[in-house]
């Protein structure tokens, strides 16, 4: 079974332009979720997704959104980069909404110059 | 208060000795707790889950949980090299179901 993939793997963008990162979950799985993790802060929550829905929400600005398609496929999006954007993105997918194991895909690395 | 709390390493230990990772959460109703391993350059693996009190033992790891202290735990017996990774350890909120991570401990095993 094809795990997580996340793409592009990395991207190097400059302040003010905006970026969408694309996640691809398991076979199977309804639930992705995001992160975003960086050496200051570790790996925080961003959202989850499940039926094409927010479910869930963590304490970031409204520059940072996102969606799921019916294919539970699903995109973020960072509008008016900051230099502090510049991040390891992470999905995970899961079965279900607060499933327990989640499984991690690659990651993007993003650079904001 | 951060959320999640991990004794911030580095920890480097010997071949074969026990690697003993701490983390204390916020939430008092959380029951669910999870142990990650993030190898330098990858994405984060689960390798524990722990709900109840007690120890949950995998092969050559253990987890312990404590939820009147609010502490979890995880050992690593006969460490290996390959178990040099940073350790992350996860906490599902009670009211909305998200994880939330500790800092991480690195964990150097010299042979």
């Known amino acids: 079974k094809a795990g997580v993939t996340q793409t592009p793997r990395y991207l190097i963008k400059t302040r003010g332009q905006q970026v969408t990162l694309s996640c691809s979950p398991i076979?199977?799985?309804?639930?992705v979720s995001w992160y975003q993790q960086t050496p200051g802060q570790g790996l925080q929550f961003l959202f989850e997704?499940?039926?094409?829905?927010?479910?869930n929400k963590g304490n970031f600005p409204g520059r940072f959104s996102g969606r799921q398609f019916s294919n539970s496929r699903s995109e973020m999006n960072v509008s008016t980069l900051e230099l502090g954007d510049s991040a390891l993105y992470l999905c995970?997918?899961?079965?279900?909404?607060?499933?327990?194991?989640?499984?991690f895909g690659p990651g993007t690395r993003l650079t904001v110059l | 208060q951060k959320e999640v709390e991990q004794n911030s390493g580095p920890l480097s230990v010997p071949e074969g000795a026990i690697a003993s990772l701490n983390c204390t959460y916020s939430d008092r109703v959380s029951q669910s707790f999870f142990w990650y391993r993030q190898y330098s350059g990858k994405s984060p693996e689960l390798i524990m889950s722990?709900?109840?009190?007690g120890d949950k033992e995998d092969g050559r790891f253990t987890a312990q949980l404590n939820k009147a202290s609010q502490y979890v735990s995880l050992l690593i017996r006969d460490s290996q090299p390959s178990d040099s990774a940073t350790y992350l350890c996860?906490?599902?909120?009670?009211?909305?179901?998200?994880?939330?991570f500790g800092a991480g401990t690195t964990v150097t095993v010299r042979a």
């Open positions: 995970a997918s899961s079965l279900g909404l607060g499933a327990d194991t989640q499984y």
């Open positions: 996860a906490v599902k909120g009670s009211a909305d179901y998200k994880l939330s």
């Open positions: 997704y499940f039926s094409e829905t927010q479910r």
């Open positions: 722990i709900y109840s009190n």
């Open positions: 076979s199977g799985h309804r639930s």
